[in-house]
T-cell receptor
Framework: QKEVEQDPGPLSVPEGAIVSLNCTYS??????FMWYRQYSRKGPELLMY????GNKEDGRFTAQVDKSSKYISLFIRDSQPSDSATYLC????????FGQGTELSVKP | ETGVTQTPRHLVMGMTNKKSLKCEQH?????MYWYKQSAKKPLELMFV???????ENNSVPSRFSPECPNSSHLFLHLHTLQPEDSALYLC?????????????????FGEGSRLTVL
């Protein structure tokens, strides 16, 4: 079983849609949960960072962590074509593990 | 310059060539990393340097040789590579806590060096 599972997509949505990206994990030692965004031909950039369970909101982005279910989510409201990128979940707790990334395309 | 800079951005090499990838960070961080990114696969950690000392080497083949002359510069020396080594090689930096490798996951990545091995 992989430590972090992420649906690779691709995921295609119309502009304005609500997007839900998800990851599951198996290691209870993870304490820090991140979402990185990677545009084509660029390196990943940290988008959201949360510690332990709960929600964190930043503009149109909401990161949600449910440690009891070992499940994290990233919600994008009012999605824009500029949100088209690969989104990588990552988790840390002694070591840092990345998901394989979900490719998102937002169509105008 | 700001952030993490990688050169070259693209590299094509034969299996018998020797080349090097360079990374420079302007963030004042004390840890640097090499990751390999292949299509449809998670980022693979290759090497970690903390305070210029290698602290992690994830069973990487010896045809990849890292070098960290100071806290701002990191190199990846390549020799006798295989076609399956073709990938995007990402450099990253972070600020570790004074207690050691806290690794909270806050990494700053460069734009990567796209390597093609013929």
């Amino acid at each position: 079983q992989k430590e972090v599972e992420q649906d690779p997509g691709p995921l295609s949505v119309p502009e304005g849609a609500i997007v839900s990206l998800n990851c599951t994990y198996s290691n209870s030692a993870f304490q820090y949960f991140m979402w990185y965004r990677q545009y084509s031909r660029k390196g990943p950039e940290l988008l959201m960072y949360t510690y332990s369970s709960g929600n964190k909101e930043d503009g149109r982005f909401t990161a949600q962590v449910d440690k009891s279910s070992k499940y994290i989510s990233l919600f994008i409201r009012d999605s824009q074509p500029s949100d088209s990128a690969t989104y990588l979940c990552a988790m840390a707790g002694g070591k840092l593990i990345f998901g394989q990334g979900t490719e998102l395309s937002v169509k105008p | 310059e700001t952030g993490v800079t990688q050169t070259p951005r693209h590299l094509v090499m034969g299996m018998t060539n020797k080349k090097s990838l360079k990374c420079e960070q302007h963030l004042g961080h004390n840890a640097m990393y090499w990751y390999k990114q292949s299509a449809k696969k998670p980022l693979e950690l290759m090497f970690v340097y903390s305070l210029e000392e290698r602290v992690e080497n994830n069973s990487v083949p010896s045809r990849f040789s890292p070098e960290c002359p100071n806290s701002s510069h990191l190199f990846l020396h390549l020799h006798t590579l295989q076609p399956e080594d073709s990938a995007l090689y990402l450099c990253a930096s972070s600020q570790e806590s004074s207690t050691g490798t806290a690794n909270t996951g806050e990494l700053f990545f460069g734009e990567g060096s796209r390597l093609t091995v013929l």
